[in-house]
């Protein structure tokens, strides 16, 4: 038993008014046992929202209103007859729960709407027309008047009186009298079937449903006589068709409620037994929704399982370098002087398309009313023109922008750090430039605060997830003064340095790296548990800089395990035995997360735990989560790579890659996650214009080019930048 979605639970407990038992357990379809009340629900692993308030809703309905003598007379009718008794006790009993709850109505209808374009009903393709009454009335009833289906004089007061029964007692006197009924119609649709058979073997006639006898076209004659009634074309008894507004959900697709040729497969569809085919499609269909593979459940650590301040590093507790470092000949005093030099032109490029963009994006909200106030200079039209009044404009507030940044501090990243660190102050002087407030943290396993490892020795709660033992170090952010940032962009730039030359540029050997202090320096990849605590991260990021859209970038050159370990039971002598391994599941197996604080659970995918871990960040903080993920630029990496994240066309997903200098996905939990080559196409040079064009003779088209050529390649070598200006923008 999966002993999650307690939420839900206390749901279906206050549509039952009762004090029912709710058990979820590994069964193929949701029930109600009327004699134990208890309430069973599958965990089901492919439903909307309207599907699952569809299906509790109408176990709800069985508990509320059926009554133990279906189950008696289920059992005496037999089995073909249990299927006529469950469609009109479901037309029943749908009609009352929606009558005592109207939030109901357009969930239920939506979930119907799906079931049709999912074929629940297995009537793609098919003449609903053709179906016996039973059918037809089951489809009436579930999908509405988007079935189209078609009733006789003789075949509407059966409508009627379901959609008028109270009592059980009805349903058993419909369900007798229409079984009867489509005895009879079956019978008669099977002679019809050999009489048209025998005539076209009569007439020599091998072709499909040819309309072309007189004699069929007396059949179609004899049909239009029916007088069919359209199901808009009444109302149940309390004024309401048990539908919303048809304009609120597409029309269903794929089936047909025409004419369509003659053939007889519908009916052979019966098998020369009068049962509802759609009733036991539907309860076909709705198994293989439920989750039948063996289920580990692993639940995500909440605030109760660690205290952001034990992971957390705040920006004045750092120090890359010894102090002896500064008075080193590897200390390079102006780098950040350098490197603003070297971006100015860029990033104030940038800043000028982005505030171009702001402005079109504040005059597309703009509104113009009338003041109330008379415009002078038109009065003198006022028999001709109503418009005499001055307008005045007003603009729609624009929403509050805030960036958290979590960087990949990994050994792996070590040719790949100078451009990384180019690329994030970059995107921080800009921000700088244009007030947005923003947090760049690092997640390393180097730096690890003593308190959260003796936490994490003594605490955790059986089958929580292992939350491994790392750091956020707050290398950046926008509560630093100015002279604070410069100070750690400058030592960032040289911790760049450090990682990457081996050598200074006059020659001199590089030092810098034997000054590095000993938890600052590179580590391991703890991606998973700091998408974990990110969501507490975000939202604190939210309040205290009093921003409304958080935009999240997440920036590694790796992946971490794509399984995690629960906690195992302490109080058992066999307590590291009792861990439950959460990840990608097998034939045999399939995991769960479950989010302690919102009480959802999340089914893990065959990439591994890491995208439903995004999956809970996106939910639980509404953000705009981008990734970018940094590989060789070889083609085996880029391949590589792209088979682990399921790209479907490699060859051209390389060729972008190296044109445009990024590959995107948008299917990986991320809105957006970006493959970006890394080492030296990381760097932020820019080619001078006299690198494009040469030094030969220059004619105006080509130095028009080239002026075009630099502009595109500021965004190219910009990628982290340019592409979280979009999402500002």
Known sequence: MLDTNISRSNLAKLLATEDITVSYKKVETASFNLVTRELILPIWNDVTPEIYDLLVGHEVGHALDTPRAYLDAANAGGRNFATFLNVIEDARIERKIKVRYPGLRKPMAIAYRQFIDRDFFQIKGKDVSKLLLIDRINLHFKVGAFSGVNFSDTELPFVKEIEAAERFEQVKDIATRLYSYCEEELKQKQEEAEDRRAKQQEAGDDSNGDFGSDDQMDDQDDDQEESPVEDGDYSNEDGDDGDFDEEDAPAPSGWSAGKMDETDETIEDYKDEVKSLTSEALENNLKGLAETKNIQVGKLPSTTDFDLKEIIIPFKELSFFDPTFYTSESYMAGALNEFETKNKNAISYLVKEFEMKKKAAELRRVTVADSGTLNTNKLHSYKFNDDIFRKIGSIAAGKNHGIVLFVDWSGSMQDNMQGTIEQLLTLTTFCRKVNIPFDVYAFTTGFVKKS???????????NTLELNAFGLMNILSSNMKNQTYKKFANDLLNFASAMANLYLKDGRRNYARNYITDDHGLGGTPLNATIMVASEVVNAFRVKNKCEIVNVVFLTDGEDNSNIWTNGDRNSPYGYATRKMIGAGDKGNVSYVEDKVSRKT????????????????????????????IIAKKKTHFDNAGVRLGV???????????????????DYGYDEYFLIPGGSDLSTDDDSLEDIVGKEAVTTRKLRGAFLQMNQNRLLNRVLLSKVIKKLA
């Not at 479907?648 to 948008?666: M, Q």
């Open 452 to 462: 959260l490892i003796d936490r994490l020795k003594n605490d955790g709660d059986e």
């Open 602 to 629: 999340y089914r893990v995918g065959y990439r591994g735990i890491t995208p439903t871990l995004l999956n809970v960040l996106k939910d639980n903080t509404q953000c705009n989560l981008i990734g970018f993920y």
């Open 648 to 666: 479907k066309n490699l060859v051209d997903g390389y060729t972008s890659f190296k044109a445009d200098k990024f590959f995107s996905i948008t």
